[in-house]
């Protein structure tokens, strides 16, 4: 079966008429414990009432009348349908009780339990006890041994409780009324399951669906994520893992349609160097020209694919970096001096440690001191302190023409340039979007700000390392 929902809603019905067989057999149980205690209650009530009957009783030899007027008082006494009948079986009294009971139904089920002088006592029935529980004889029908009724007599002449006086009846009411109720709770929570449970699978389904559609090539498709149960968790999770995914195929492919754009540039120069070097009549000081030439478009194009293979590697939900403790201080002061740029560290720093790989760290700095070096003119400086929350704040400025503040976050995105940039300046757009991958590979972040005076400050954080 390869449908959930009937799975779930087949094993939920299972459960039910589980629970009803359970409970019916548990209701029988005690059903018939409580019977076998109303049988032994009334069997003993029947036995008192017929050992008080048969003392009170006159002897067998006295008058009718007599015995007729005892047993009338004491059936009015005890309150019971009563007869006296003698030792063969004729009926010498009754009370009014019995009367009106043979009135309302002839068929009344009655006992007859026999005395010791062959007389009988005959018993309908009471009323009070529930219906279905006994199973009497007829009138006139002895619970004894034989005619003589001798063996039902016990010890010092008194009766003995006939064996089987309240045996069980076939049908149970009782039994049917509680099979009719879990038959319809049954059947309710049968019927109103199955729509709770259409409904939860009916959202697997269509989480199902939209992965499918999303695997299929449709990164825009997200799947409906109300409600905050756990398929709506589920759901939520995956459209977050989609837009990750469409933002990570969409930078690669923007990655690699800006690469190959600007590998145009240094490729089409060096066909054109290496065109002109085939030529015979060329000088000397033209070979040497374009020879440089060369070697100045092979290093563009090694410092592309490089930068190209870094900010992929940085873009790679999955990548890996070897951590470890890297001292700012030493770092900042080896990049400042060999740019040439002034370094400031603040006072009383001594070691600022942060965690992460030195070589993604050192590359962040470099490509901003260099930024400032190429468009900011020669007056770099390089601060390091602390900044909120005891955060590692790394701060370049130049005195260049600035970045307009429309720009100040563009600038961070890939193959950007500024208005104006040429590309004799160097630099292909990648640099500044390397910084900022690196920073957020490690926690941080980066910003520019406008340098009091002229000029652009280049702010780079990290979190402190928390060792």
Same mark, same amino acid.
Request: aromatic residues 4%; glycine residues 10%; negative net charge.
């Given at each position: 079966m390869k449908s959930l929902y009937l799975r779930i809603y087949l094993t939920l019905v299972v459960l039910l008429l589980a629970f009803a067989f359970g409970s019916t057999w548990l209701f029988q149980q005690h059903l018939d414990k409580e019977r076998? @205690?109303?049988? !032994?209650?009334?069997?003993?009530?029947?036995?008192?009432?017929?050992?008080?009957? @048969?003392? &009170?009783?006159? @002897?067998?030899?006295a008058p009718t009348e007599q015995q007729a007027e005892v047993l009338e008082d004491w059936g009015q006494r005890l309150r019971m349908p009563v007869a006296l009948n003698d030792a063969q079986g004729r009926r010498i009294a009754s009370s009014e009780l019995f009367l009106r009971r043979l009135d309302e139904d002839s068929a009344t089920p009655s006992i007859r339990l026999p005395l010791k002088d062959g007389r009988s006592l005959? /018993?309908?029935?009471m009323l009070r006890m529930p219906p279905g529980l006994l199973r009497m004889q007829g009138p006139g029908r002895n619970f004894g041994a034989g005619p003589g009724m001798g063996s039902g007599m016990?010890?010092?002449?008194?009766?003995e409780p006939p064996s089987g006086l309240l045996p069980l009846l076939g049908p149970r009411p009782e039994l049917r009324v509680l099979l009719a109720?879990?038959?319809?709770?049954?059947?309710?929570?049968?019927?109103?399951?199955?729509?709770?449970?259409? =409904?939860?699978? =009916?959202? /697997? #389904? &269509?989480?199902?669906?939209? +992965?499918? *559609?999303?695997? &299929?090539?449709?990164?825009?498709? =997200?799947?409906?994520?109300?409600? !905050?149960?756990?398929?709506? +968790?589920?759901?939520? @999770?995956?459209?977050?893992t989609a837009g990750q995914i469409e933002t990570l195929l969409r930078s690669q492919k923007s990655l690699l349609a800006n690469a190959s754009h600007e590998l145009r540039s240094p490729l089409a120069r060096l066909k054109m160097a290496f065109s002109m070097l085939s030529e015979p009549d060329i000088a000397p000081a033209q070979r040497e020209r374009l020879s440089q030439e060369i070697h100045t478009n092979i290093a563009e194009l090694d410092s592309l694919v490089e930068e190209v293979l870094l900010a992929s590697r940085l873009e790679a939900a999955? &990548?890996?970096?070897?951590?470890?403790?890297?001292?700012?201080?030493?770092?900042?002061?080896?990049?400042?001096?060999?740019?040439?740029?002034?370094? #400031?560290?603040?006072?009383?720093?001594?070691?600022?440690? +942060?965690?992460g790989e030195e070589r993604l760290l050192r590359r962040a700095l470099r490509n901003l001191l260099e930024n400032a070096r190429r468009y900011g003119g020669t007056q770099v400086l390089l601060q390091l302190g602390r900044g909120a929350a005891g955060a590692a704040e790394l701060r370049v400025c130049d005195r260049g023409p600035g970045v307009p503040e429309a720009m100040r976050e563009r600038i961070f995105e890939a193959f950007f340039r500024l208005p104006g940039h040429a590309e004799q300046a160097g630099g292909v757009g990648l640099g500044l979007n390397l910084v900022k991958?690196?920073? *957020?590979?490690?926690?941080?972040? +980066?910003?520019?700000?406008p340098r009091q005076g002229g000029g652009s400050c280049f702010v780079l954080t990290f979190p402190p390392d928390g060792q």
């Open positions: 076998g @205690s109303f049988e !032994s209650v009334a069997n003993e009530r029947m036995t008192a009432m017929a050992e008080l009957l @048969s003392l &009170a009783l006159p @002897s067998a030899d005959e /018993l309908m029935r016990g010890p010092g002449g008194r009766p109720l879990l038959l319809l709770l049954f059947l309710g929570v049968a019927i109103g399951a199955y729509p709770v449970i259409r =409904r939860l699978t =009916r959202r /697997l #389904e &269509a989480l199902r669906a939209g +992965v499918e *559609q999303f695997g &299929a090539g449709n990164l825009t498709h =997200r799947v409906d994520a109300e409600g !905050s149960d756990e398929v709506a +968790v589920l759901a939520a @999770s995956f459209n977050r999955n &990548a890996v970096m070897e951590r470890e403790r890297v001292d700012l201080l030493g770092l900042a002061a080896e990049e400042s001096a060999r740019i040439g740029a002034e370094f #400031e560290p603040a006072e009383g720093l001594g070691n600022l440690m +942060v965690r991958q690196i920073a *957020q590979a490690h926690g941080g972040h +980066v910003r520019c700000e």
